[in-house]
């Protein structure tokens, strides 16, 4: 879900500031002020790609969000999103379940523990205003493929221990509850490493990303567990905004996350697809 780019963007900005002096005898310069411990940020996005997976049915998202990094290393922040994949999963369920909104609350302490070296853990839990969603009978949830398929609350907490060393960090995040409506999910586990190389070069950095998302939970006909994969870039265009390009894929089974296409046709709501985004951060 996101999302502890701003949260390095403060502490980069005060380091900066407290290494610059400003000569106020140059009245070209332009003098910044403190961003704060408070920044927020706003996404128009081409899709909505969770650990490789649409939200949104291959169609635009807007999301946007605020953290609050104290000097301690604590912080706190919100991050939402438009989504679909909930509804998408229950087409021609009548009453239509709804849940158009995803909205992320989490919390966590941050810290450097050697040179170059930092950690970050906290928790995370992402919050679902749904309504309608059916509930089935255990032995559906044994036998039914999807995810959508059984009635499970898609409300899920994980939490999470992060590493980072230079441009590269190791993530792992662990369910405390069922993970986004599998049946019988809690304990599921992701994995991912992220690289994100400042190339030097007209403000470029390159991205790129492998993760692994392990559910021991099987049905009769579908394994959960997949991997996921992105490559791209991100162009730091001044004044808060920024564009990413990227493709993105997984190996996900069509049988436990598909999506409606029209009618009572499915498609892979993994297949691999490209990406563009632009960030404001304020």
């Given at each position: 879900m996101k999302k502890y780019i701003a949260i390095t963007a403060i502490a980069a900005a005060s380091a900066l500031m407290m290494g610059n002096t400003f000569a106020q005898t140059a009245p070209a310069a332009e003098v910044k002020p403190d961003p704060g411990p408070v920044t927020a940020n706003v996404t128009l996005a081409s899709d909505y790609r969770y650990r490789g997976i649409t939200q949104g049915n291959f169609r635009p998202a807007i999301q946007g969000g605020f953290d609050y990094a104290h000097a301690s290393g604590f912080y706190i922040g919100n991050w939402n999103s438009s989504i679909s994949w909930i509804s998408d999963g229950y087409s021609g369920t009548s009453p239509a379940p709804s849940a158009p909104i995803e909205m992320d609350f989490y919390g966590g302490y941050k810290t450097e523990v050697a040179e170059g070296v930092t950690l970050d853990a906290g928790f995370l839990q992402y919050y679902y205003a749904s309504r309608n969603i059916p509930k089935y009978t255990l032995t559906t949830c044994k036998t039914a493929g999807s995810r959508n398929a059984c009635g499970i609350d898609p409300n899920t907490t994980e939490a999470y221990l992060a590493a980072t060393y230079q441009f590269a960090t190791l993530k792992y995040s662990y369910a405390l509850t069922d993970l986004f409506g599998i049946y019988d999910s809690k304990g599921a586990s992701y994995i991912?490493?992220?690289?994100?190389?400042?190339?030097?070069?007209?403000?470029?950095?390159?991205?790129?990303?492998?993760?692994?998302?392990?559910?021991?939970?099987?049905?009769?006909?579908?394994?959960?567990?997949?991997?996921?994969?992105?490559?791209?870039?991100?162009?730091?265009?001044?004044?808060?905004?920024?564009?990413?390009?990227?493709?993105?894929?997984?190996?996900?089974?069509?049988?436990?996350?598909?999506?409606?296409?029209?009618?009572?046709?499915?498609k892979n709501s993994g297949q691999g697809t490209g990406f563009i985004s632009l960030t404001k951060t304020f």
């Open positions: 991912d490493l992220a690289l994100n190389y400042d190339t030097g070069f007209e403000g470029i950095t390159l991205n790129g990303h492998i993760g692994k998302q392990m559910i021991s939970t099987k049905t009769d006909n579908v394994d959960y567990s997949y991997t996921d994969w992105k490559i791209g870039l991100t162009k730091d265009l001044g004044n808060g905004l920024n564009v990413a390009v990227a493709y993105i894929g997984t190996n996900a089974k069509q049988a436990a996350y598909y999506v409606s296409s029209g009618g009572s046709s499915t």
